[in-house]
């Protein structure tokens, strides 16, 4: 829940508007993983009878893993929010004076959420076998992965294969 107080925008003329400045630790929304603060901003407008209406949008990061090393990345935010909170009856709406505006920020970080985070486009990601960053080198299993016919060959005419 991020709850933000309208009673005091719901008393005033029809068309005001009233500022959001939120920051939102990590600790306070663990489940979208976020690397620092987010800062949410953007503007409410009292609707009267039809509700308020919120604009927000999001700025910050979100720390994800590389999809083949996982080294951490730092995914940067930067989406928008749009949502018309009723009075009763529908959903989103204002309760108890109230709008809670984490389903808008939950949306926002999900539509920018890549389907594949990368450390970089080209990243060679890490070794199946030995589980070395080949980003940092060709480990030394690469020189052995070869047609298994070759290496069994290979095992044949280097008796030191054996020894491993
Ligand atoms: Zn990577
Ligand atoms: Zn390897």
């Known amino acids: 829940m991020l709850g933000v107080a309208v009673s005091a925008l719901r008393r005033r003329e029809v068309g005001a508007q009233e500022e959001i400045d939120l920051r939102v630790g990590p600790d306070v929304l663990p489940e979208l993983g976020l690397a620092g603060d987010l800062h949410v ?3 409410m407008i009292n ?4 509700g308020v209406e919120v604009a927000i949008t999001v700025d910050g ?5 590389c999809a083949r090393c996982l080294a951490p990345v730092t995914v940067p935010l930067d989406a928008s929010s ?9 959903w989103p709406s204002v309760v108890e004076d ?3 505006v984490q389903p808008m920020v939950n949306e926002a970080v999900l539509l920018e959420e890549p389907l594949r985070v990368l450390c970089r486009p080209d990243c060679a990601g890490i070794c199946p076998t030995c589980g070395k960053d080949l980003n940092e080198g060709p480990c ?6 070869i047609d298994p016919r070759f290496a ?12 491993r």
């Open 82 to 90: 749009e949502e018309t909170f009723g009075l009763s009856g529908s």
């Open 140 to 145: 030394a299993c690469a020189a052995e992965e």
């Open 47 to 50: 609707l009267g009878t039809e």
């Open 41 to 43: 901003e953007g503007r």
């Open 152 to 163: 069994q060959l290979k095992r044949l005419l280097d008796p030191r294969e054996e020894k």
């Open 98 to 100: 109230t709008v809670d």
């Open 61 to 65: 990061a979100i720390a994800r893993e």
